[in-house]
């Protein structure tokens, strides 16, 4: 039977300890190829490198074990171990263990989630990972999840063009709840934007804010891991709203064919 050739990376560097949590936990359900940013890129979202040159170099991650580095995003990093590193031989993409929690509307800005969008669309089983608490986060509970969900996959399969979102709260493993299969939640931010002034007294800003979640559903991934359960849920590349198509398809005629009376 082929060995499993299974792509890792993160949003939070090749050196991120939640990378090196991720392969102890994976090792030995498949050949792992670790490829993921040399420096921290979180909140990348689904950026991709089109104007300079991505570099990739060799590394050695604190277990002496190979991995790759790049220059380029995460989802960069993800074209570049798939075509480059494997020469487009992969089966799995696991992006993780991030540092903090990719839950609700942040999925659209997380470098992790994005990254293992990207791997949907190169046609691999897709999972991100993160952990979900205060930090310090702790990973040992994180880790052997991944390896439980990655176990699963491999014997379940999952539809084309899906991915998977795991969050794993940042307790002691004995602490952790089973998995519940959810949805996405709404996360929002309260005051975004703090205003400060540089020593010449230039106004300038910085994107913080603090989350407003409310009380959530446990059927929704935010929900979920407020009660220290883990949250496994689907996520898939189309995203069109569906009856919303329906509903603009019944509107007037002179807004489709530029007849407007």
């Avoid at 991030?98 to 994005?114: C, E, F, I, K, Q």
């Avoid at 986060?137 to 979102?165: C, F, K, S, T, W």
Wanted: proline share 7%; charged share 20%.
């Amino acid at each position: 039977m082929r060995l499993m050739r299974i792509l890792l990376t993160n949003d939070d560097g090749v050196h991120a300890p939640g990378m090196l949590a991720l392969k102890r936990s994976l090792e030995g359900l498949g050949e792992l190829f670790v490829v993921a940013p040399e420096r921290p890129r979180s909140a990348a979202g689904h950026a991709v490198t089109l104007h300079k040159p991505l570099r990739l170099a060799e590394t050695t991650l604190a277990d002496g074990s190979r991995a790759w580095c790049s220059s380029g995003t995460p989802s960069d990093c993800v074209s570049l171990g798939f075509e480059v590193v494997m020469d487009g031989r992969a089966d799995l993409l696991v992006s993780g263990i991030n540092d903090g929690a990719n839950l609700g509307w942040d999925l659209t800005y997380s470098g992790t989630v994005m990254a293992a969008m990207e791997g949907a669309i190169l046609g691999l089983t897709a999972i991100a990972v993160s952990v979900s608490g205060p930090a310090p986060r702790r990973y040992d509970g994180a880790g052997p999840v991944a390896a439980r969900v990655v176990r699963a996959v491999m014997r379940q399969g999952l539809p084309a063009n899906v991915l998977l979102n795991v969050n794993v709260p940042s307790l002691d493993p004995s602490q952790l709840g089973e998995i519940v299969i959810t949805r996405q939640g709404r996360r929002e931010y309260i005051d975004r934007i703090v205003r400060r002034h540089d020593p010449a007294g230039r106004e300038y800003y910085w994107l913080s804010g603090s989350v407003e979640d409310g009380v959530q559903p446990i059927d929704t991934d935010v929900g979920a891991v407020e009660a220290g359960m883990i949250s496994v849920t689907p996520l898939q590349l189309d995203m069109t709203a569906h009856p919303v198509r329906e509903d603009l398809a019944a509107w007037p005629d002179w807004m489709r064919k530029g007849e407007e009376p």
